[in-house]
């Protein structure tokens, strides 16, 4: 069974500044997808951004970019220029090539965001 | 217009009653699921249907009833409810196509006295 680990329970950043947040996963699959999920206070799911395995080319959407390092099973977002609407719980998924329903998205436990001004 | 909608967005009950959340998606989308993320917001899939049958149940109690009358919609009936079952509950469906990139509703949040 695939496993998603966020290693860092809190992060905080300063506005404007760069940060990091970390993902490891475990898989025996070659083909798969990574997200990075933002939850707000308001509850809100929200996909920040999205990475296919077989793809080597880094993702990047605005000011948000992920690290993928497939032979490390590794998937970090990077968000510059931090504003304090960044703050949020951050969330890494893991979704297998399945189809038909059979994709179940499996989640890190998640990183709690804050931007101090 | 909202994607995907859930109803109620706040559920409170006592222990022992019956509830039911509904969930309703007007992406066209054939896919559709519940999760549950716990009081440490840990999120978790329960079960996934596609064009109203069943795929995913992930050992969930049997108190538990997912029904999809329709690919748009998917509710969830929960019978003799326990204080362990206090959580958020979201819906979301995948579009088709390669990513089957999920979308969520705003969640429930059922609280059990």
């Known amino acids: 069974a695939q496993t998603v680990t966020q290693s860092q329970p809190e992060m905080s950043v300063q506005e404007a500044e760069t940060v990091t947040l970390s993902c490891t996963y475990d898989t025996s699959e070659s083909d798969y997808y990574l997200f990075w999920y933002k939850q707000p206070p308001s509850r809100q799911m929200i996909l920040v951004i999205r990475?296919?395995?077989?793809?080597?080319q880094n993702a990047t959407e605005n000011r948000f970019s992920v690290n993928f390092q497939k032979a490390a099973k590794s998937f970090s977002l990077k968000i510059s220029d931090s504003q304090l609407g960044d703050a949020a719980m951050y969330f890494c998924a893991y979704r297998s090539r399945g189809r038909g329903g059979s994709e179940k998205l499996v989640f890190g436990k998640g990183t709690k965001l804050t931007v101090n001004p | 217009d909202t994607a995907v909608s859930q109803t109620p967005k706040y559920l409170v009950t006592q222990m022992g009653n019956d509830k039911s959340i509904k969930c309703e998606q007007n992406?066209?989308?054939?896919?559709m699921y519940w999760y549950k993320q716990d009081s440490k917001k840990f999120l978790k899939i329960m079960f996934s249907?596609?064009?109203?049958?069943?795929?995913i149940n992930e050992t969930v109690p049997n108190r538990f009833s997912p029904k999809s009358p329709d690919k748009a919609h998917l509710n969830l009936h929960i019978n003799s409810l326990e204080l362990g079952d206090s959580a958020v509950y979201f819906c979301?469906?995948?579009?088709?196509?390669?990513?089957?990139?999920?979308?969520f509703g705003q969640g429930t949040r059922l609280t059990v006295v």
């Open positions: 990475q296919e395995a077989y793809k080597q």
């Open positions: 979301a469906s995948s579009a088709p196509g390669t990513w089957g990139e999920a979308f």
């Open positions: 249907y596609n064009n109203k049958e069943l795929i």
């Open positions: 992406l066209g989308h054939d896919t």
